[in-house]
């Protein structure tokens, strides 16, 4: 099946997912963030549908879809106005991982969990001084005897404080070559020595963001996941589906902003006719609406690549419409605000504060920067500035 044209399973999941986001909506997320707790009904209600773990293997409680599937169902409820964020994280890095790495022990110890949402794990990577740069990871684990000691620091890490287990990115020392590699280890959260601190954000969310601190936390020879000499191409397999499904967070928030502002385009009369008559203003929202199609296309393209084990061809597509999505979700957010004058920026309508949110698609979890370097020179074959 093409990538553009969605199978009929698709889109009956599609359809079911967005039936299930109107029953919740934005209002439900507003009031959880009030509230400061985590959408633990919507969480739960989309796992006893399936739809959590519908990219992992069925042997393993899993829906046997793919990341294709797993991103309608976050773009969907996003486009309610109720995104979890959680199921770029848990699902499809950490579950992504484990299902095609993960020794048969670990995939029965953690992927059935993760597919019926009894189970969250977090993922681990960025660090204060290493940004984007994944090659200047300073979290090392060592062996010694049987475990592995692990030491270091990590940066905006999100969902910890609900996360039964973190999925840590850390770096080994080749014996051959005495260079470090990158390396994945499932750390459970009450481990000795490893303890996470809350950041203070401006930006309001359900999940939180963390810094993690590994003070010499031990972990036994199993919660190596994968094998130590592949460590790269397994963390890229994880971080490939993360770009796919921050796509589909951002053209979800991208469509529940262009959907408000065309509702109220439609209705507001301050003139003979409604605003949404004039050219000024429904240009750009057809605009809006263009650019969140043509995101969503290499969203389809990047997630059916992936899909189908083309881990290269994957690599560029998922990177392209990261890059793609957060810049339509940025403007289609601007645009919403704008169309409602003064009314954007009220609570009432909820729009203001998905100006800031809008934003975490163009820097998280790779800024847009970076997406120009890596098409430069991986896909231009342009030389490196660095």
């Known amino acids: ?62 829906g046997g879809g793919g990341i294709a599937e797993l991103s309608i169902v976050l773009e969907e409820l996003g486009a309610a106005g109720c995104p979890l964020l959680m199921l770029v994280v848990s699902p499809a890095i950490c579950g992504t991982v484990i299902a095609r790495f993960g020794t048969e022990a670990q995939k029965r110890q953690w992927l059935p969990g993760l597919a019926d949402g009894s189970r969250t794990m977090a993922f681990g990577i960025t660090e204060p001084d290493a940004g984007s740069n994944s090659h200047r990871i300073t979290t090392t684990a060592r062996r010694d005897g049987a475990d592995w000691v692990l030491t270091g620091r990590k940066v905006f890490i999100s969902g910890v404080d609900i996360a039964d287990e973190t999925l840590i990115v850390g770096r080994t020392q080749d014996a051959r070559t005495g260079k470090l590699k990158p390396c994945l280890f499932v750390v459970p959260r009450d481990t000795a020595g490893f303890g996470r601190r809350r950041i203070d954000m401006e930006l309001s969310g359900a999940e939180k963001q963390f810094e993690l601190t590994l003070d010499d936390v031990r972990l036994p020879a199993d919660a190596l996941v994968g094998d130590e000499d592949a460590g790269l191409l397994q963390l890229f397999a994880g971080l490939n589906p993360e770009r796919v499904m921050t796509a589909a967070f951002a053209i979800g928030m991208g469509r529940y902003a262009l959907s408000r502002a065309v509702e109220y385009a439609r209705d507001r009369t301050v003139w003979k006719q409604p605003i949404g008559a004039h050219q000024a203003v429904a240009h750009p929202l057809a605009q809006a609406h263009i650019d969140l199609e043509l995101a969503r296309l290499m969203m389809q393209k990047a997630a059916f690549l992936y899909d189908s084990g ?72 342009l030389p490196k500035s660095y």
């Open 1 to 62: 099946m093409s990538p553009v044209i969605e199978t009929d399973e698709q889109q009956a999941l599609r359809s079911a997912v967005a039936a299930l986001g109107k029953r919740y909506g934005r209002d439900y997320l507003t009031t959880v963030i009030a509230e400061n707790r985590h959408p633990t009904e919507l969480w739960a209600e989309a796992a006893k549908l399936g739809y959590l773990g519908v990219n992992l293997p069925e042997a393993y409680g899993g």
């Open 310 to 381: 083309d881990d290269v061809a994957a690599g560029e597509a998922a990177n392209m419409a990261k890059y793609a999505a957060g810049e339509a979700c940025v403007k289609a957010v601007d645009q919403a605000v704008h169309t409602l004058g003064g009314n954007g920026l009220t609570r009432e309508f909820g729009l203001a504060s998905l100006i800031t949110a809008a934003r975490v698609s163009r820097i998280a979890p790779v800024s847009r920067e970076m997406i120009l370097n890596y098409v430069s020179h991986q896909t231009l074959g």
